[in-house]
Structures are given as structure tokens and as C-alpha cells.
């Protein structure tokens, strides 16, 4: 039986697999479906502390890998497809019917940014498409770019893009936001901020030259389309935190996060870090940050045990 499984291998995942390992507790880690997280998806991360010239998120993931490996974490691929956490020792299958026993689990499986699903969106993320504008904001100074959404998180990103694109247009699939009254005002207000009532995203152009070149808006009203020259598209049509396998069993928030008190879930001996238990900040250092915390509390945890 495992001392420790932590599931994911973001900044959450890998932090709780340095602390664990450092802590002798031999943590495995189960890769999940995309090794490193939403960071590898990013270009450059300029806001993680400790690199002053930024750093290529898969860079990051990969050094920070290297670190638990060389305090002996062990990795294995492969995807959480079902866990018993309610009776004891705990198990988690993964999808190709391993099963695997453990005294403590760290659920590090973040979120997934929800795309509106276009072929054209799928084939330029990274490349101008972007499910995070704290992360990307910085590269698109001095051009256009769009928010898609309208919701808290849209005017969020389409205020913090005001500090370097010269212009932002917002479009929203209805003639009214979902964001808080307050955030709404503040974008409708903004000088450097246009928005288009109405409208979706037919397609993404620039799939040829492999960058986002503009955008084929449609009014839902008019059916009228028209294109959009823009460098970047930000979606920010809400995050879909990766609990599936949890489902009824750890607590979540109305909104599907799970709920984790200093990283501690409802079930004693599950830890939760990074964003899969933040709807709040997602970021790289406060997900690791997190993940530090569980690899603690699991290593307190199962000193009391003993
Ligand atoms: P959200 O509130 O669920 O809003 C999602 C927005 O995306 C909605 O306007 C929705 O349109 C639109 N949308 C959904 N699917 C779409 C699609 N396929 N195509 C086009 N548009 C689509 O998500 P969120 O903005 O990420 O916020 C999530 C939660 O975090 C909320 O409770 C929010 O208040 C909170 N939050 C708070 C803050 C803050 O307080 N500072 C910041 C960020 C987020 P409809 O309106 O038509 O449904």
C-alpha cells in the first residue's frame, strides 16, 4: 500500500511531490491526462517567482519534476478512472484497471478552462488562443485582442488586458452580462474596451498561419457575420474543475470545486490543492503553494496515525 498518491502533475501535483518525497514518504504520482497541467498550454510564465526572465511553463513543470524525482517521487501514467475513498485502505482504479491502495491522497487535478469547442479555437491555443489572460495578457501589448465571455471572469480579463492591448472587444452570446453589476460598468465604461452584444465566434481565422490572425463573429439576432481583425482571443467562459472521479464523495462548492479547509477535504486523509479547490486565484505559485500545504498535512496526518 501507498503511503501517499498524488493525482496530477501541475504545479499543485508536482510542489506535494517534492515535499512528500523530501519528507520520506515515497509519493507516487499519477501523471494524469496531461502531464504538467494547464501550464503546458502557456508559452511563457513571467509571474512565477525566482525566474527573472520568465520561463517556458513546460519548463518549469519539467524542473520542478525533476526536483521530486531526485528526492525519489515515482511517476506513472496514466488516469484516475474511479476512487473508493470512503472505505479503508482507500483505492484509486486508474483507466487501464489498476487498482492501487493508499493511506492518503492528494487530489491535484485542476481545472480545465472550458473552449467554445471550434475546430479552428482547438487547432490555435497556444498560438493566440488563450484560456488565461493573468498568464498570456503581457504578450499582446500594443495589439488587438478579444474576450469571449460575460461573466465575472471575462471582465476580469478584459480589464487586466486594458494594461497592453490597444484595444479589447468583448463579445458576449447575449445583450446582457452575467458579471457582478460593478465589473460590468467598469468594462462597459472603459475607454479601450468594445463590445459586441449578441454575437458569437463562428470560427477562428489564422489556422494557415498557425496564429490567430481574427475572427469570424456572427449576430445572433441578425444572423449578419462579420469578421474581426484581432492577435489573441481569450476565452473565458468559465472553468470546469477535474473531479469527475470523486463525484459524491469529496464536497464540492456549488459551483463543482471541491471544498478543502487548509487542504483538508471532508474525507480524513484526502488533501486537496491547487485548482481544483481554487476558483479564486489559479495561478501557478498560489497552486503551488497549495500543494506544499497538502504534502504537510499528509505527512501530519499520517504521523498522528501511527
Ligand atoms: P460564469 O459566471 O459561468 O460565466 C461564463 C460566461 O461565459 C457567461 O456569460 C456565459 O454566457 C458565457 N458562456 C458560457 N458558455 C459559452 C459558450 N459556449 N459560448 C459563449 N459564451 C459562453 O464563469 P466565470 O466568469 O468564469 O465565473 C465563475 C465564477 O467565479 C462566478 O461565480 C464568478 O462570479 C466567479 N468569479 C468571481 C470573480 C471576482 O469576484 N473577482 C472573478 C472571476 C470569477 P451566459 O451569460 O449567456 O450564460
Known sequence: MEKVIIIGTGPAGLTAAVYAARANLDPLVIEGFQPGGQ???????????????????????????????????????????AA????????????????????????????????IGLESEQKLIGRGVSGCATCDGAFYRDVPVAVVGGGDTAMEDALFLTHFASKITVIHRRNQF?????????????????VLWDSVIDEVLGVEKNEVTGLKVRNVKTNEVSELAVTGLFVAIGHKPNTGPFAGQLDTDHTGYLIAKNTRTNIDGVFAAGDVQDSVYRQAITAAGSGCAAAIEAERYLEAQQ
Open 84 to 115: 473508493g475513498l470512503t472505505c479503508r485502505p482507500m483505492s484509486l482504479t486508474l483507466s487501464d484497471g489498476e487498482k492501487i491502495e493508499a493511506q492518503t491522497i492528494i487530489v491535484a487535478t485542476g481545472a480545465s478552462a472550458q473552449y
Open 39 to 81: 501550464l503546458i498550454t502557456t508559452s511563457d510564465v513571467e509571474n512565477y517567482p525566482g525566474f527573472p526572465e520568465g520561463i517556458s511553463g513546460a519548463e518549469l513543470m519539467d524542473l520542478t519534476r525533476k526536483q521530486a524525482e531526485r528526492f525519489g517521487a515515482r511517476f506513472k501514467a496514466g488516469e484516475v478512472a
Open 178 to 194: 452575467r458579471a457582478s453589476q460593478i465589473m460590468a460598468e467598469r468594462v462597459i465604461a472603459h475607454p479601450k474596451i468594445e
